[in-house]
């Protein structure tokens, strides 16, 4: 047992890269994940929104690593990090480590208030993604059976908060729904009366994108039937729908969370100084600082992906996006840095590689970024299919992904228009808005 242990918390992009690299290292890999999958969170809209089953964009993460006989993965949540002693405990038992990366990803964050959650969940896991489908969906067939023409209104209006990637995604797979998919699928109704309203507190769509490609993407969306509302802050969010700063009401039956994400609370057991967004400062190496005037004491410890409040220093002054290729670049970065101290190797600075930045909205639309280029529409929606299949963890999702969407270009089809019953009606009683939500879970799928 003298071989250096290395443990891994987090099983997303940060923490599944660097595991692998390290197959070959001469060291023993322990990877813990609170869920046995590793998920594909770009695509998790697609799941929301029918286009997608939730095994075409998640992989067992004992699949991922099963031919690695370094590593073991425990499916277990992580409760508290010992930095000073270098202990890891869970519910289960606690284990001491030789190097630690730290991936525990984020969570949604409603600034202030968790209980708009009850009403307008957000989207960080397959279960929020079959929340939100369960609501979109039943909204639809509650609507065939409301006689009342202004309670049909409220039902079929759909209010997304948030105009960044998430929000934007959403809106676009939303008016899709409804006036392609459903078309021509009730008796009482027509689906396209749907209203689909966009609520962003900002002056623009996707900040961090350029300004162009916020305009060309509120273009799209107002093409697509979306209403786009700019400069409105949210005061509240209740059984009505979303209370905007000033007055003013959107009557929504379905309100979507996508403004906002924080930090995994792991962070917070660390002693360190936390950021804004509860994430954990860290040098150019990628090790947590303790605080502003505190030289950094724990350099056997990497903080990857959202979890990292990056240095400036390792993106020429610039912020590094919460992005897929920055998570993995940050894995493998800090498996390689593990293997050079292990053969006596200086370690080198992190460096951020900029990849760029791609958003779809609707069908055969998107906004790409790419270092100086931007550009968007049909070549910048090819890009993103092809970059996305590419990212997928296995052979098997990147196969059933394109069939699907090959199958939905021709059909207008979405597969994944199953509504998994809970128990319980939507919208819920006025006395449940901060009832937690019921465990949900998605019919057993076959697989080769």
């Known amino acids: 047992m003298t071989i250096p242990h290395v443990v891994i918390i987090g099983g997303g992009f940060a923490g599944i890269t660097c595991a692998r690299r390290l197959k070959a290292a001469k060291v023993r890999v322990t990877l813990f994940d609170s869920r046995n999958h590793h998920l594909f969170q770009p695509l998790l809209y697609q799941v929301a929104t029918a286009a997608l089953s939730a095994p075409d964009i998640a992989a067992p993460i004992r699949n991922l690593l099963a031919k690695q006989k370094n590593a073991t993965v425990l499916a277990r949540a992580v409760d508290h990090v010992d930095l000073p002693n270098k202990r890891v405990v869970f519910d289960g038992g606690e284990v001491h480590y030789d190097q630690l990366v730290l991936a ?53 209006t759909f209010a997304v908060v948030g105009g960044g990637a998430t929000g934007v995604e959403l809106a676009g797979a939303l008016a899709e729904i409804a006036t392609r998919t459903m078309r021509k699928q009730f008796q009482h109704f027509d689906p396209e009366d749907a209203r689909i309203v966009l609520i962003e507190g900002g002056s623009r769509l996707l900040n961090g994108f350029p300004d162009e490609l916020g305009l060309a993407a509120k273009a799209r969306l107002t093409k697509l039937g979306v209403e786009v509302r700019l400069d409105s ?62 030289p950094t004491t724990y350099s056997d410890v990497f903080v990857c992906g959202d979890m990292a409040a990056v240095s400036p220093k390792c993106n020429d002054g610039k ?108 919208p819920p009683p006025a006395d449940a808005a901060t009832a937690p939500p019921a465990e949900a879970s998605e019919p057993p799928t076959a697989t080769p």
């Open 319 to 426: 912020p590094i996006p919460g992005v897929a290729p920055a998570d993995i670049q940050m894995g493998k970065y800090a498996a390689d840095q593990i293997v050079a101290r292990l053969k006596g190797k200086p370690t080198e600075p992190y460096r951020y590689f900029d990849k760029g930045q791609l958003a779809t909205i609707g069908r055969a639309s998107a906004v790409a970024a790419l270092g100086k280029w931007k550009f968007h529409g049909r070549f910048a929606w090819l890009l993103w299919v092809v970059v996305h299949i590419l990212y997928l963890a296995s052979f098997r999702n990147r196969v059933v992904v394109l069939f699907e969407w090959a199958w939905a270009w021709f059909s207008w089809s979405r597969p994944g228009r199953i509504i998994l019953e809970r128990g319980k009606r939507w």
């Open 233 to 294: 802050r949210v005061e509240k969010i209740d059984r009505d729908g979303v209370h905007l700063v000033g007055g003013s009401l959107v009557l929504a039956r379905t309100c979507l969370w996508g403004a906002g994400i924080t930090a995994s609370p792991l962070g917070k057991t660390l002693g360190v100084t936390l950021d804004r967004g509860g994430r954990v400062p860290t040098d150019d190496h990628l090790h947590p600082v303790a605080d502003a005037t505190t």
């Open 104 to 156: 525990a990803g984020a969570v949604n964050f409603y600034y202030g208030h968790p209980e708009w959650e009850a009403w307008a969940p957000g989207l960080k896991t397959i279960d929020d993604a079959f929340e939100i489908r369960r609501r979109v969906l039943g909204a639809f067939e509650e609507a065939e059976l409301e006689a009342d023409p202004e309670l049909r209104k409220e039902v079929l």
